[in-house]
């Protein structure tokens, strides 16, 4: 059995940082690409950022030099830093993990929320 377990989320004011932590455990024998998504309320899931087996990151445009995602292969967990906040990044966040066979597997999602 895989689990994808996010945390980090909470409340912040714009401006202010947080750091995203998505955990992969199970019966899995590698994982290729990670990724953070997200969802707001009425919209449909985007993609925030992610990152390959070797370390090349891919970010949507409105994150770009903002966040910053990264991962520990040893430990099958990505991070997502995510500095200058704003209200529109107010979502929920969801980690994605897709393994070397091509099974894809999402987290539970974690509220992040940018008062202004």
């Known amino acids: 059995q895989v689990q994808v377990v996010e945390s980090g989320g909470g409340l912040v004011q714009a401006g202010g940082s947080l750091l995203l932590s998505c955990a992969v455990s199970?019966?899995?024998?590698?994982?290729?690409?990670m990724g953070w998504y997200r969802q707001a309320p009425g919209e449909q899931r985007e993609l925030v950022a992610d990152i390959s087996s070797s370390g090349r990151p891919r970010y949507a445009d409105a994150v770009k030099g903002r966040f910053t995602i990264s991962r520990d292969n040893g430990k099958n967990t990505v991070y997502l830093q995510m500095n200058s906040l704003n209200p529109e990044d107010t979502a929920i966040y969801y980690c994605?993990?897709?393994?070397?066979?091509?099974?894809?597997?999402w987290g539970q999602g974690t509220q992040v929320t940018v008062s202004s």
């Open positions: 199970g019966s899995i024998f590698s994982i290729n690409a």
């Open positions: 994605k993990a897709v393994t070397a066979r091509g099974y894809l597997y």
